[in-house]
């Protein structure tokens, strides 16, 4: 089993910034891949962005490529969704989610665990 809570969700105005961080435990960190996810009011859930065991493999969405950025602290077991220029369009509540196996996914069908969600809210 491997638990996951996400933090670092809040009110935030259009253009500036915002932390996620998603703490794991429960299996060793490096064995599952982790990715982010986030799901907007009468949306579907989307992928966001994934990293690789070893943190050196990431994809992104289109929508927020370039502003995004994805990393894990193997000493802290904690991966991290480093957002810049935020938009209206962002918010969402965002969920961490962990994949035994090493590929990058980008199909929430393929992870096998998944942190409660924070909730992410950008005005304009």
């Known amino acids: 089993q491997v638990q996951l809570v996400e933090s670092g969700g809040g009110l935030v105005q259009a253009g500036n910034s915002l932390r996620l961080s998603c703490a794991a435990s429960?299996?060793?960190?490096?064995?599952?891949?982790m990715g982010w996810f986030r799901q907007a009011p009468g949306k579907e859930r989307e992928f966001v962005a994934a990293?690789?065991?070893?943190?050196?493999?990431?994809a992104y969405a289109d929508s927020v490529k370039g502003r995004f950025t994805i990393i894990r602290d193997t000493t802290k077991s904690t991966v991290y969704l480093q957002m810049n220029n935020l938009r209206p369009e962002d918010t969402a509540v965002y969920y961490c989610?962990?994949?035994?196996?090493?590929?990058?996914?980008?199909?929430?069908?393929?992870?096998?665990?998944w942190g409660q969600g924070t909730q992410v809210t950008v005005s304009s």
């Open positions: 989610a962990a994949d035994l196996t090493n590929v990058v996914r980008t199909s929430q069908r393929e992870y096998d665990y």
């Open positions: 990293i690789s065991r070893s943190g050196y493999n990431t």
């Open positions: 429960g299996r060793p960190f490096s064995n599952y891949a």
